[in-house]
């Protein structure tokens, strides 16, 4: 089974540059998380999709975070413009989703992008 | 507001020795549990998950997680670590669908 794809693996901007991130989760997952890892810290959640739509993007800071899973499969996370603080491990994941009972969150990461503002 | 909770940042071994890593949550309610590993270099990737019944879970590798539930922890054990053990390990909580995260324990294993 194919894992979680993200793309690029790394990335170097200047700060008040934009940058956009890409995922493509195994196939058949209907939830799809973004994570924001901060070096030294756990996973943070910035976003949470069902399919297309979003479940929880409370910690997401929309000034200059975006992100959309248009047609229910492959999602993207935009920052602009890009602040010093934003250097972090940015990790997507999935999982089969609510309907599936208790597996529902078993979560499969990819290698995440490493974002670096400069 | 619900937290997940490791109790050590950062654990040194000899190869062979025991291990112990702590996870508390604050959560109340029914929860599901999880510990994930990251590899130096490699993406999170899921050792166990308890979800319901026997409260002793075994995950890949030998290693294991009780989960007791009047002390709201899930600790992760193996009995004899090995070099290739050495990685980072987080604690995560499901509560009402979504997952709390521990800081991580980094782990590293002593030839």
């Known amino acids: 089974e194919a894992g979680v794809a993200q793309s690029p693996r790394y990335k170097i901007i200047e700060k008040r540059q934009s940058v956009a991130f890409w995922c493509n989760p195994i196939s058949g997952h209907a939830t799809l998380y973004w994570y924001q890892q901060i070096l030294g810290q756990g996973p943070k959640l910035l976003i949470q999709?069902?399919?297309?739509?979003?479940?929880?993007d409370s910690q997401l800071p929309k000034d200059r975070f975006s992100a959309e899973r248009l047609k229910g499969v492959d999602s993207t996370l935009k920052i602009q413009p890009a602040k010093l603080e934003d250097s972090a491990v940015y990790l997507c994941?999935?999982?089969?989703?609510?309907?599936?009972?208790?597996?529902?969150?078993?979560?499969?990461f990819g290698q995440g992008t490493r974002l670096t503002v400069v | 507001a619900q937290s997940v909770s490791q109790h050590n940042h950062h654990v040194i071994l000899s190869e062979a020795a025991s291990l112990e890593l702590g996870c508390n949550y604050s959560?109340?309610?029914?929860?599901?549990l999880f510990w994930y590993v990251q590899y130096p270099g490699q993406h999170l990737q899921l050792l166990l998950k308890y979800f319901s019944g026997d409260p002793l879970v075994k995950g890949i590798k030998g290693f294991e997680a009780e989960f007791i539930k009047s002390k709201f922890s899930f600790n992760l054990r193996k009995p004899s670590v090995q070099w290739s053990d050495t990685a980072e390990y987080f604690c995560?909580?499901?509560?009402?669908?979504?997952?709390?995260w521990g800081a991580g324990t980094k782990l590293i294993i002593k030839p």
């Open positions: 995560a909580v499901d509560s009402n669908y979504q997952l709390i």
């Open positions: 999709f069902q399919n297309n739509g979003v479940v929880d």
């Open positions: 994941a999935s999982s089969l989703g609510f309907r599936r009972g208790r597996d529902r969150t078993e979560a499969f």
């Open positions: 959560y109340g309610g029914t929860v599901n």
